[in-house]
């Protein structure tokens, strides 16, 4: 069973739209929610994390929604720019020190219209 | 800031042949360090969870015979594939962090592995 689930697959926007990536998970001992930003040939690179004691986290242009009822957050990235092209993972951890455990979703490739 | 090396970034290894890959942490002392293995049909596969002064533990399917690793000081871990096949290519990815609890995860570039 996929614990952390992603959608839509890829996604494609108009520059200057918002487009919103979501993810949901099932073990409701998550507590902690980054998400990363990959690029064609690199690492993922941390953009911007959310606790589940928090139900919104907002860094520049990029906003986590968390609702942890239904057990779903989504990630909305306003004004969407050229640079912004890339595959997006949720990611989830478990709670206690030292775990360095993160389940993946399977990424949303978001890329703009030229 | 906190970064997080990777060497090499691609290497490519004759099946049934071996090769080692090395994290190194900048800026931060990586007491925690996670290998995982990224490909496109399994997006991210945690191969094992690394602590200093402590046990690695390796996640099921993986096991130390295949991919020992080596996480000697808080700055440095090394992973080798050993007797790599095809089934084994894809891009290799330390992530560090501190032992802070809830600390944020920091991810190199990827040592990409090809079998041929």
């Known amino acids: 069973q996929q614990q952390v689930r992603q959608s839509p697959q890829s996604l494609t926007v108009w520059e200057g739209e918002t487009a919103i990536l979501n993810c949901s998970y099932e073990d409701s001992t998550f507590n902690y929610f980054p998400w990363y930003q990959q690029f064609p040939g690199e690492g993922p690179a941390l953009l911007i994390s959310i606790r589940s004691v928090s139900d919104k986290k907002e860094d520049g242009r990029f906003t986590i929604f968390f609702n942890k009822r239904e057990k779903k957050l989504s990630l909305h990235i306003t004004d969407s720019q050229p640079g912004d092209s890339a595959t997006y993972f949720c990611?989830?951890?478990?709670?206690?020190?030292?775990?360095?455990?993160?389940?993946f979703g399977k990424g949303t490739k978001f890329s703009l219209i030229p | 800031g906190a970064l997080v090396y990777q060497y090499p970034r691609r290497t490519i290894c004759k099946s049934g042949t071996s090769m080692r890959m090395e994290c190194q942490a900048v800026?931060?002392?990586?007491?925690?360090v996670a290998w995982y293995r990224q490909s496109p049909q399994k997006t991210f596969e945690l191969i094992a969870l690394s602590t200093v002064n402590s046990a690695i533990k390796y996640e099921q399917n993986f096991t130390q015979e295949k991919f020992p690793i080596s996480h000697p000081n808080l700055s440095f871990s090394s992973m080798t594939v050993l007797n790599a096949y095809l089934e084994d290519r894809g891009l290799y990815l330390c992530?560090?962090?501190?032992?802070?609890?809830?600390?944020?995860?920091?991810f190199g570039k990827g040592t990409r592995l090809t079998v041929v």
């Open positions: 990611a989830a951890r478990e709670p206690g020190t030292g775990s360095n455990r993160l389940t």
């Open positions: 800026g931060f002392q990586a007491t925690s």
């Open positions: 992530g560090a962090r501190t032992g802070t609890a809830n600390t944020e995860v920091f």
